[in-house]
T-cell receptor, first 111, second 115 residues
Framework: SQELEQSPQSLIVQEGKNLTINCTSSKTLYGLYWYKQKYGEGLIFLMMLQKGGEEKSHEKITAKLDEKKQQSSLHITASQPSHAGIYLCGADRAAGNKLTFGGGTRVLVKP | GAGVSQSPSNKVTEKGKDVELRCDPISGHTALYWYRQSLGQGLEFLIYFQGNSAPDKSGLPSDRFSAERTGGSVSTLTIQRTQQEDSAVYLC?????????????FGPGTRLTVL
């Protein structure tokens, strides 16, 4: 969706390196979700952010929300081959109804 | 079951035929969502249910698409007179409720191919 822009569209990193994915919304956010998808599979929930300045971490993945800029970033530290996949950000604009998704970022981790 | 299940996992049909896609949400989840994922359009919202009601059908692409939910549980997405542009992966998700911020749990999807 053009309402939600993700960058970069694809990323190749060497195993052990860090990476960052950005998600920028052109409209007001109520909540911002990060999902991961492997080819041919459904979406796996990573994190949900609501408040401006909120930051959440799980294992080696950290997500932040900049409410002023309507932007979120997903950062992976010391990437591993298991981090490969498509990362999608989804915007909730109406408190629990439909999600609008970005175009996705395809991540490949080279061993 | 433990997660959202969808059936069939793959469906190949001929142009003009009707298809039905099924979604079994997580037990106790009152909200159910249908999305479509295609190469050209990415992941798009189709319709959501709160209980058996569908407050938002705005994402359904045409009147050939319809969905229903019975007993606050299973949902069926029906596509009539399928067209080649309907080919996509249809994803279903459920959440505890459709108000506030609740994680949406996704099923594995149904890959529809219209020949």
């Amino acid at each position: 969706s053009q309402e939600l822009e993700q960058s970069p569209q694809s990323l190749i990193v060497q195993e052990g390196k860090n990476l960052t994915i950005n998600c920028t919304s052109s409209k007001t956010l109520y909540g911002l979700y990060w999902y991961k998808q492997k080819y041919g599979e459904g979406l796996i929930f990573l994190m949900m952010l609501q408040k401006g300045g909120e930051e959440k971490s799980h294992e080696k993945i950290t997500a932040k929300l900049d409410e002023k800029k309507q932007q979120s970033s997903l950062h992976i530290t010391a990437s591993q081959p298991s981090h490969a996949g498509i990362y999608l950000c989804g915007a909730d604009r109406a408190a629990g109804n439909k999600l609008t998704f970005g175009g996705g970022t395809r991540v490949l981790v080279k061993p | 079951g433990a997660g959202v299940s969808q059936s069939p996992s793959n469906k190949v049909t001929e142009k003009g035929k009707d298809v039905e896609l099924r979604c079994d949400p997580i037990s106790g989840h009152t909200a159910l969502y249908w999305y479509r994922q295609s190469l050209g359009q990415g992941l798009e919202f189709l319709i959501y249910f709160q209980g058996n009601s569908a407050p938002d059908k705005s994402g359904l692409p045409s009147d050939r698409f319809s969905a229903e939910r019975t007993g606050g549980s299973v949902s069926t997405l029906t596509i009539q007179r399928t067209q080649q542009e309907d080919s996509a992966v249809y994803l279903c998700a459920s959440s505890l409720r459709a108000s506030g911020l609740n994680e949406q749990f996704f099923g594995p999807g149904t890959r529809l191919t219209v020949l």
